[in-house]
């Protein structure tokens, strides 16, 4: 590599080793990349940066944001909790299982691991400690729990691959579906033998009715994923525009038919938006600045000709890749695992001849795991938070989980169609 491309990689990690936010840590490397490269214009930047705000594509991010708040502000964690409980409340570890499945609905209305952990923990976990589970124990299941918020549609971080390396968004959202549910049944099934080797008390029996009850309260929530991923497939509308609808609904069922908020309650919620979306929108351009000067130094080039040397297939490739974005879980933030390494690694998975979605469906879902994962996992920091239980009880009370999610990890890499056959259905 030339002098700019070492600028830009070393930048990089001594800036963020250095406790350098990752924007900052973006911009400063591609500027200084820049800087000592004669052959680029110092403007550049600018028209880099333009460039990479200006994408219909990227409204969907503040607007599925928006939609998470005002649902998780709108009761309608507790109505999916309730629902929950009635579901699979009565099987041994019932409160346990409930935290998960909640969850997973959750997941499918916000978009975000960290506020599916916040919204769901908040609730579950004083539920789960009164009723004599441990309290380690239950703050780590609200924290595996909550990884499922950016697999399951609507997901910010699918629809950020997506933009940042070209693959349909469209298809990326219809892929995490199956992905999800089969990762929040495993789940489910190991909360369960848990909760039998150790005698975790048992709930209440199974009552039809109040099955019903609760599912007639909750439906408003649960049909959320369905309009929005009906409208973009039955094409009334775009994942862009189908963010803006997702708005549009959360205010309709939180204002009118929940009556949990008000309009005077919007204004606030709004404001925490905004600056959530600002700062994000702000990684997202300094990250394209920095993936688009990847690819001008033939980065990608270089580390294909590495994985090639490595790698004697596509499923050789696909292994170092889980074994890859386990190690940058553990010590990296999803959003600057996404902007870093997805330019790098998508091509070079198009050159081993791996699906596009598929392999966007794999890198997220180990990216969602790594929210989980000691020591910097993100969603383990929330219910640590919540529960007031230090981080390494908490993530020794992980690890079985954790194990499971990486047995899911293999299985979606080896196995395409549970990510493909989806988005190739509603293709035809």
Same mark, same amino acid.
């Given at each position: 590599?030339?002098?700019?491309?070492?600028?830009?990689?070393?930048?990089?990690?001594?800036?963020?080793?250095?406790?350098?936010?990752?924007?900052?840590?973006?911009?400063?490397?591609?500027?200084?990349?820049?800087?000592?490269?004669? +052959?680029?214009?110092?403007?550049? &930047?600018?028209? +880099?940066?333009?460039? @990479?705000?200006?994408?219909?594509?990227?409204?969907?991010?503040?607007?599925?944001?928006?939609?998470?708040?005002?649902?998780?502000? @709108?009761?309608?964690?507790?109505?999916?909790?309730?629902?929950?409980?009635?579901?699979?409340?009565?099987?041994?570890?019932?409160?346990?299982?409930?935290?998960?499945?909640?969850?997973?609905?959750?997941?499918?209305?916000?978009?975000?691991?960290?506020?599916?952990? /916040?919204?769901?923990?908040?609730?579950?976990?004083?539920?789960?400690?009164?009723?004599?589970?441990?309290?380690? $124990?239950?703050?780590?299941?609200?924290?595996?729990?909550?990884?499922? @918020?950016?697999?399951?549609?609507?997901?910010?971080?699918?629809? *950020?691959?997506?933009? *940042?390396?070209?693959?349909?968004?469209?298809? =990326?959202?219809?892929?995490?579906?199956?992905?999800?549910?089969?990762? !929040?049944?495993?789940?489910?099934?190991? /909360?369960?033998? &848990?909760?039998?080797?150790?005698?975790?008390?048992?709930?209440?029996?199974?009552?039809?009715?109040?099955?019903?009850?609760?599912?007639?309260?909750?439906?408003?929530?649960?049909?959320?994923?369905?309009?929005?991923?009906?409208?973009?497939?039955?094409?009334?509308?775009?994942?862009?525009?189908?963010?803006? *609808?997702?708005?549009? $609904?959360? *205010?309709?069922?939180?204002?009118?038919?929940?009556?949990?908020?008000?309009?005077?309650?919007?204004?606030?919620?709004?404001?925490?938006?905004?600056?959530?979306?600002?700062?994000?929108?702000?990684?997202?351009?300094?990250?394209?600045?920095?993936?688009?000067? &990847?690819? $001008?130094?033939?980065?990608?080039? $270089?580390?294909?000709?590495?994985?090639?040397?490595? /790698?004697?297939?596509?499923?050789?490739?696909?292994?170092?890749?889980?074994?890859?974005?386990?190690?940058?879980?553990?010590?990296?933030?999803?959003?600057?695992?996404?902007?870093? =390494?997805?330019?790098?690694?998508?091509?070079? /998975?198009?050159?081993?001849?791996?699906?596009?979605?598929?392999?966007?469906?794999?890198?997220?879902?180990?990216?969602?795991? !790594?929210?989980?994962?000691?020591?910097? @996992?993100?969603?383990?920091?929330?219910?640590?938070?919540?529960?007031?239980?230090?981080?390494? +009880?908490?993530?020794?009370?992980?690890?079985?989980?954790?194990?499971?999610?990486?047995?899911?990890?293999?299985?979606?890499?080896?196995?395409?169609?549970?990510?493909?056959?989806?988005?190739?259905?509603?293709? +035809?």
């Amino acid at each position: 590599m030339g002098t700019a491309e070492t600028v830009l990689i070393v930048t990089l990690f001594i800036a963020m080793l250095a406790g350098v936010p990752i924007t900052w840590s973006l911009g400063l490397a591609s500027t200084l990349s820049i800087v000592v490269n004669i +052959r680029l214009p110092i403007t550049v &930047i600018s028209q +880099r940066l333009f460039t @990479g705000s200006d994408s219909f594509s990227m409204l969907a991010i503040p607007a599925f944001i928006l939609a998470g708040d005002i649902m998780s502000k @709108g009761g309608l964690s507790k109505r999916l909790v309730d629902f929950a409980n009635s579901l699979v409340g009565w099987i041994a570890g019932g409160v346990s299982l409930v935290s998960l499945v909640a969850c997973t609905f959750f997941a499918a209305i916000s978009g975000s691991s960290v506020a599916t952990t /916040a919204a769901i923990g908040g609730l579950m976990y004083p539920e789960m400690v009164k009723r004599g589970y441990p309290k380690d $124990y239950s703050s780590a299941i609200q924290a595996i729990g909550g990884t499922l @918020g950016i697999v399951i549609p609507p997901s910010i971080v699918l629809v *950020i691959y997506g933009n *940042i390396t070209g693959v349909s968004v469209a298809d =990326l959202l219809m892929a995490g579906i199956i992905p999800g549910i089969i990762c !929040g049944i495993v789940l489910c099934i190991m /909360a369960y033998f &848990i909760a039998k080797k150790q005698n975790f008390p048992k709930e209440e029996k199974f009552v039809p009715k109040k099955l019903a009850s609760t599912f007639k309260e909750a439906i408003w929530a649960l049909i959320m994923p369905v309009i929005i991923l009906g409208g973009i497939y039955s094409g009334v509308f775009t994942p862009t525009e189908s963010a803006a *609808i997702a708005v549009f $609904y959360g *205010i309709i069922v939180c204002v009118f038919i929940y009556k949990e908020l008000t309009f005077k309650d919007l204004w606030p919620i709004m404001k925490e938006t905004a600056k959530s979306s600002a700062n994000l929108m702000m990684l997202v351009v300094t990250a394209q600045l920095f993936g688009w000067l &990847i690819t $001008y130094y033939r980065i990608p080039v $270089y580390v294909t000709d590495g994985f090639m040397a490595v /790698a004697s297939g596509p499923y050789m490739f696909l292994i170092l890749v889980n074994i890859l974005l386990i190690i940058a879980g553990m010590f990296m933030e999803v959003g600057a695992t996404n902007l870093i =390494l997805a330019p790098i690694l998508a091509p070079i /998975a198009v050159a081993f001849g791996v699906d596009p979605v598929q392999f966007g469906m794999v890198f997220v879902f180990l990216l969602a795991m !790594g929210q989980a994962t000691p020591p910097f @996992g993100t969603t383990m920091f929330v219910a640590s938070g919540i529960s007031k239980e230090p981080v390494s +009880r908490v993530a020794r009370q992980i690890l079985p989980f954790t194990a499971v999610q990486i047995g899911c990890a293999l299985l979606f890499s080896f196995v395409p169609i549970l990510s493909t056959w989806l988005p190739s259905l509603v293709n +035809r």
